[in-house]
Structure formats: structure tokens, C-alpha cells
């Protein structure tokens, strides 16, 4: 196999980006071809998804890969659970509409840009449910050893925005299909405020909740298309109980929620605080609606972003001694 040279990448924060290298595949042995080429070269691989969360690099030293592999099939069911597994290639949306056909749970999870194979890396989330409530195992080639692994939810170690994908296996997997334990009977979640609001009174369905996320959703997030940006730039941090209780002491105003280890602080309303709403840095800025989302006005370079990251960090640093981590990784 021949991999195509210099190749643009696309990403939703329209960073200008080329591949050294850049294949496709459309199956497991494919894809180990594209391997074994890799390693005779001595190039390194990285999987792309969809590109909603990356920081892409101007040049890209290495075998990009993409997949096209995206067939769904059910491997098990028991009278309140079915196991479908599902191809990485697919679009995660997509996959959250069909799902329908299948079982439960995946319906807050509408509309989050991306692959299947991406969604596990940081445990998606939105509106009160995490991808790890609805997955068995994740399958993939782990890249140091070339086998053929399969990791339990426990193996994951799922936690906010974060796994083992994310640490110990950082850059050494590429997940090429995700089993979900979907729930027979629908049960929403509407925990989150403006979905509890929405619900009231009102019969809900798996379709009109949704069709009610996708509204969310739309009215509150810049579309990518139209304003590029990689969702929620940072974390919502957590912080120790005793830190939380004096920042409320110093802003009584300021949003927490409970979090596993801690207290959860929105990182929106920070740097809301922080000046940075709205406020632009050159060809990049905080978005004038949701500060938590960076946006790229047209243009910008990854040091146009970087630069931004740096400065919001540590504004939000001076005035409340807490460190902002960014979400999108380096590719
Ligand atoms: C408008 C917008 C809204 C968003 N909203 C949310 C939200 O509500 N909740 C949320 O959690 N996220 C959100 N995101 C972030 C993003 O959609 C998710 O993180 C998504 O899972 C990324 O998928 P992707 O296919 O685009 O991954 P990419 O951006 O292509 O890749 C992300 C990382 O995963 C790695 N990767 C990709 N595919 C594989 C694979 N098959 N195997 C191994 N590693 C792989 C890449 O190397 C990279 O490090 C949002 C992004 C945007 C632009």
C-alpha cells in the first residue's frame, strides 16, 4: 500500500494542517497493512476522527489515518439489555439516531460532533450522561504490540472527559469498534435544568428528547461550520472541598456541582469572570455567548490559539488560583 503525501487535514477549529502521510482503510486487515507500511518506514501512526477536538499541528510528522469502516451488529440481548457493537467509522450522531432502533441512553448525547471511535477517548458527555454509562468494552490495535486488544468499561477507566486512552495508552491505540449495553426500556435522564424545564407536564419519547437536545444544542453552541470552534475549549475544573468553600466565601454566586474527588467549577462562568466573554485576541477569541468555546474568526494559526490559551489561563489563574485544562489535544 501506497499512502497519499502532503495531504490537508480539516478540523472544526479550521487550523491549516498537512499530513506527511495519509491513508484510509476499510477494514482490520487494511488497516494492518497500512501498519506494517508504517513501521517498515519507521513513521509514526495517528488516528483522526472527525477533528472536532484536536489541536492539528501546521505539519503533521506521521501516517494519518482515517476509518471507513462503519457496519453495526448485534452480539448479544438479554430481556432488558441489548450489546450492539459498533463500527469506530461511524459518525457519532448518526449512530446516536440509529441507535433508537436498538435500545436506550444515548439520546443526551445528540449532536456531539465526531467519530465513534473518538468517543471513548474522553468519555463524551452532555447534559447529565457520560459515554462510559452505555459502554461494555472498547476493541482496538494497540500500536507498540500490534495486538488486538478488548478493554472492559472498568479497563477504560472512564472519568469526567478523561480514560486510559487519554493516559498510560496515550497515542498507542486505535479503537476500531465500541460495544454498547443499550437499555430496553426508555428512561430519560433530565437531570440537566433546561431539559427537566422542557419536559414538564409534557409526554417525553426517545425522539423528542432527542429532537429537544438538538434544539438545545443548536441554540447554544456555534456551529462549526459557520464560526469555527472545537466545542468547550477547557474542563470544567475540580477543586478540593476546603479550595471550593473559600472561593464561594469570596463569589457567593459562583456555580459548583459535586464531582467524584471534589467540587466541580464551571469554567465558563471563570472566565466569564475573568473578562475574557466575548473578548477577542487577534484572529481568535472567547465567544461572546458561551466563553468556554474558543473560536476561530478566520485565518488563525495553532500559535494564534495557543497564545489565547495561555492568556486566559492565566487571567483565570491571577483571580482565583485555579488552572484551566484545555480539552482538544495535539495532533
Ligand atoms: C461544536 C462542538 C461541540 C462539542 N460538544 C461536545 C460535548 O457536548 N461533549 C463532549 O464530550 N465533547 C464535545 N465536543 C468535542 C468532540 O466532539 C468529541 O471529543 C468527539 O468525540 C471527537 O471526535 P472526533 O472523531 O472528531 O475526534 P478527533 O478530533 O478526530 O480526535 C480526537 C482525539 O482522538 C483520537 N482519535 C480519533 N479517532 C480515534 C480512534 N479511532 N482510535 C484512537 N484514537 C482516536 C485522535 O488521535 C485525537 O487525539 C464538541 C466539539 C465541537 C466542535
Not at 4 to 21: E, V
Request: hydrophobic letters at 40%; aromatic letters at 10%; charged letters at 20%.
Amino acid at each position: 500500500m501506497t499512502p497519499q503525501q502532503n495531504i490537508s487535514l480539516t478540523s472544526t477549529l479550521a487550523l491549516p494542517a498537512t499530513a506527511r502521510y495519509y491513508g484510509r482503510y476499510q477494514s482490520t486487515s487494511e488497516l494492518l497493512s497500512w501498519l506494517g507500511w508504517a513501521q517498515q518506514q519507521g513513521v509514526a501512526v495517528r488516528p483522526l476522527g472527525g477533528g472536532s477536538n484536536v489541536l492539528l499541528a501546521p505539519e503533521v510528522d506521521a501516517l494519518v489515518l482515517q476509518s471507513d469502516m462503519c457496519q453495526v451488529q448485534v452480539v448479544h440481548e438479554t430481556e432488558c439489555h441489548r450489546w450492539v457493537l459498533v463500527d469506530g467509522g461511524c459518525d457519532w450522531h448518526s449512530w446516536v439516531v440509529d441507535s433508537a432502533h436498538y435500545g436506550h441512553g444515548l439520546e443526551n448525547l445528540a449532536l456531539i460532533p465526531g467519530t465513534v471511535g473518538a468517543a471513548p477517548i474522553q468519555n463524551i458527555g452532555a447534559y447529565g450522561v457520560e459515554l462510559a454509562e452505555w459502554v461494555a468494552w472498547v476493541e482496538g490495535v494497540q500500536l507498540s504490540t500490534r495486538q488486538w486488544q478488548r478493554w472492559s468499561a472498568q479497563d477504560c477507566r472512564f472519568a469526567y472527559r478523561d480514560s486510559i486512552f487519554k493516559r498510560e495508552l496515550r497515542g498507542d491505540v486505535i479503537i476500531t469498534r465500541v460495544c454498547f449495553r443499550l437499555s430496553r426500556r426508555f428512561e430519560p435522564n433530565l437531570s440537566y435544568q433546561p431539559l427537566a424545564e422542557w419536559s414538564a407536564g409534557a409526554q417525553v419519547t426517545p425522539h423528542s428528547l432527542r429532537e429537544a437536545v438538538c434544539a438545545i444544542r443548536r441554540s447554544k453552541l456555534p456551529d462549526p461550520a459557520e464560526l469555527a470552534n472545537a466545542g468547550s475549549f477547557f474542563k470544567n475544573p475540580v477543586v478540593a472541598q476546603p479550595q471550593a468553600q473559600l472561593l464561594q466565601q469570596r463569589w457567593p454566586q459562583m456555580p459548583t456541582y459535586p464531582a467524584q474527588g471534589g467540587v466541580k467549577l464551571a469554567a465558563g462562568w471563570l472566565i466569564e469572570q475573568a473578562g475574557w466573554k466575548g473578548r477577542r485576541l487577534g484572529k481568535v477569541g472567547m465567544h461572546r455567548q458561551q466563553a468556554l468555546v474558543l473560536v476561530n474568526y478566520g485565518g488563525a494559526s495553532l500559535g494564534d490559539i495557543e497564545a489565547l490559551v495561555r492568556q486566559v489561563q492565566t487571567d483565570v489563574w491571577q483571580r482565583f488560583k485555579v488552572a484551566l485544562e484545555p480539552e482538544p489535544q495535539r495532533f
